[in-house]
């Protein structure tokens, strides 16, 4: 599993840190999700169906 944000769609709602917080946490400077754990976790999936804009993909 790889989880990624793709930086151009991310809107920085923070839905899937507060979702997701293993694997997914907000940049202060940029204002949008980053991943910190790119393995992924059990609640990477959720995360990424509940990104507003479909930020998050899981390869």
Do not use: S, Y
Request: proline share 5%; aromatic share 2%; hydrophobic share 40%.
């Amino acid at each position: 599993m790889v989880v990624k944000v793709n930086m151009d769609e991310c809107i920085g709602c923070g839905v899937c840190a507060q979702l997701c917080p293993e694997v997914f946490e907000l940049d202060e400077e940029e204002g949008k999700a980053k991943v910190v754990n790119p393995e992924g976790a059990d609640c990477a999936q959720e995360a990424a169906d509940n990104c507003p804009v479909g930020a998050i993909t899981i390869e």
